[in-house]
């Protein structure tokens, strides 16, 4: 899914932001040590509402736990793509964008920390974003673990380690006997062309939540070209709106909802939740 916040447009697969102690690693459990751990997240610009160019502006991820050290170095890397991934991954079909370190202190434990990473990503393309980071010392007890949830995701979670002879990015739930409970909590922060001077007017969606029937508030130079609806698997709705800008969901199940919004100025995503 993605949101908008102010300006910025938020690219996750996750349907909650916290941090519990759910994710699994490649690691010596004997001397408590971290090998070396690579987690993936795809997000496909276009199932995603993002019409436009996506300017990643930052990377973020959750961070469990962090023990037997004051700090880890985690790298996070940007590709885009018109392959399926994980197909080919990473020569084939791939542009590394970009990457960027962070240093992971205990206090960021419990936490998402924003990595600053810039790049553009094509229109209609793929964005991947890797977040990893190497062994530590054998037998130092260093242990690092990143954040994720099992309270559901849109798109699958993928691990790689070469420790654990996980050569290619494959999904977690399908990793030894498998951890479908295990979602990652990684996301992009960027804009789209065209959003910042939009998502700037006094653009607003209201009730949200809402039972079915809401309001889009737009200053008065502006008209609603076209509005889509995403749910939670990608799948997309043309909406009719009626007189006064109103839209009409109350036939769609509950849950969350992407609502597109084109116009003469760009376009807008906005989170919608039908109750």
Do not use: W
Request: net charge neutral; proline share 4%.
């Amino acid at each position: 899914m993605s949101f908008a916040v102010e300006a910025q447009i938020v690219l996750t697969h996750s349907n909650s932001q916290a941090i519990n102690g759910n994710t699994v690693a490649c690691g010596n459990s004997t001397t408590a040590t971290s090998s070396d751990n690579r987690y993936y997240r795809s997000f496909n610009l276009n199932a995603l509402g993002v019409t436009a160019a996506f300017n990643l502006s930052a990377i973020q991820f959750g961070v469990n736990s962090l023990t037997g050290a004051s700090s880890y170095v985690v790298t996070v890397k940007a590709y885009s793509t018109t392959a399926a991934f994980p197909a080919g991954f990473p020569n084939t079909g791939y542009t590394l964008l970009g990457q960027a370190d962070y240093t992971v202190q205990t206090a960021n434990v419990g936490t998402i920390v924003s990595v600053p990473l810039t790049a553009t990503v094509p229109a209609n393309a793929t964005l991947i974003v890797e977040v990893g980071y190497a062994a530590a010392a054998t037998g130092s007890g260093i242990r690092i673990i990143l954040g994720s949830n099992s309270a559901g995701q849109t798109g699958p979670s993928y691990i790689a380690s070469t420790t654990c002879s996980i050569t290619t990015p494959t999904d977690v739930a399908a990793v030894g006997t498998g951890f479908p409970n295990v979602h990652m909590v990684i996301n992009a922060v960027g804009t789209t062309l065209g959003v910042n001077e939009f998502a700037s007017k006094s653009v607003m969606v209201y009730p949200n939540p809402t039972s079915g029937l809401f309001t889009v508030e737009l200053p008065n130079e502006l008209e609603i070209q076209k509005a889509t609806l995403v749910d939670i698997t990608g799948k997309q709705f043309a909406l009719k709106t009626n007189t006064g800008s109103k839209i009409d969901i109350s036939g769609f199940a509950t849950g969350v909802y992407l609502l597109n919004l084109e116009t003469a100025e760009g376009n807008l995503v906005k989170k919608i939740v039908k109750q």
